[in-house]
């Protein structure tokens, strides 16, 4: 927090498919797909499309990340750890999901180990898991951005000109503005919502 000028810029999106993606998928399964692992799947694309948010800044030169590894936080009961899924961007929902069900296991007994707790590029933490909702994420050394997903909650909102009551689910994206402008935040913002919204 010292050493890195944060700006956090806030958006919702809906979360509909998302959530019909969840349960379609956990349908008949004997463990519930993390609603972690779609956001992975989802946001991959956007990472790579916005290689910036998947960097490392080292003094004055900045390192674009081939791989995405992307950390998990997960909350212990000895307080948050952000594990690490490696090659996100090989992995199918399926793959993604037993990995962060491993990882989260590993890290609640205590039994992970710590080479899964280092090396993430890109970070999403989960708040809606505890009933948060905005925040501002501190952004984990070695990384540009991190990712905070709220609780969907039932809202007034206005659609198709109509006040309606829906879900919305709040983001929050803190970026290392060394690296990343207003403007480029803002985009990757609206590029992760219409990745959420489109989920299949």
């Given at each position: 927090w010292q050493e890195i000028p944060h700006v956090t810029t806030f958006g919702t999106a809906d979360p509909t498919a998302l959530l019909a993606a969840r349960s379609r998928l956990t349908a008949g399964g004997a463990t519930p797909i993390p609603v972690e692992a779609l956001l992975v799947h989802a946001?991959?694309?956007?990472?790579?499309?916005?290689?910036?948010?998947?960097?490392?800044?080292?003094?004055?030169?900045?390192?674009?990340?081939?791989?995405?590894?992307?950390?998990?936080?997960?909350?212990?009961?000895?307080?948050?750890?952000?594990?690490?899924v490696r090659s996100a961007d090989s992995r199918d929902v399926a793959d993604l999901s037993a990995e962060i069900v491993r990882l989260a296991g590993a890290a609640k007994a205590r039994t992970i180990a710590a080479a899964d707790l280092r090396g993430a590029t890109f970070t999403?933490?989960?708040?809606?898991?505890?009933?948060?909702?905005?925040?501002?994420?501190?952004?984990?050394?070695g990384t540009t951005a991190i990712l905070s997903v709220g609780r969907a909650e039932e809202k007034p909102v206005v659609r198709d000109g109509k006040i309606?009551?829906?879900?919305?689910?709040?983001?929050?994206?803190?970026?290392?503005?060394?690296?990343?402008?207003?403007?480029?935040?803002?985009?990757?913002?609206?590029?992760?919502v219409t990745a959420i919204e489109g989920v299949k």
């Amino acid at each position: 927090w010292q050493e890195i000028p944060h700006v956090t810029t806030f958006g919702t999106a809906d979360p509909t498919a998302l959530l019909a993606a969840r349960s379609r998928l956990t349908a008949g399964g004997a463990t519930p797909i993390p609603v972690e692992a779609l956001l992975v799947h989802a946001i991959v694309p956007v990472l790579v499309a916005h290689p910036e948010f998947n960097a490392t800044l080292d003094g004055d030169y900045l390192l674009m990340r081939k791989q995405l590894d992307i950390g998990v936080a997960v909350d212990t009961p000895e307080g948050l750890m952000v594990a690490v899924v490696r090659s996100a961007d090989s992995r199918d929902v399926a793959d993604l999901s037993a990995e962060i069900v491993r990882l989260a296991g590993a890290a609640k007994a205590r039994t992970i180990a710590a080479a899964d707790l280092r090396g993430a590029t890109f970070t999403i933490s989960n708040i809606g898991a505890v009933g948060g909702g905005y925040g501002t994420p501190i952004i984990p050394y070695g990384t540009t951005a991190i990712l905070s997903v709220g609780r969907a909650e039932e809202k007034p909102v206005v659609r198709d000109g109509k006040i309606v009551v829906a879900r919305e689910m709040p983001l929050s994206l803190s970026y290392d503005h060394r690296v990343i402008d207003g403007a480029r935040g803002r985009a990757f913002l609206a590029a992760v919502v219409t990745a959420i919204e489109g989920v299949k």
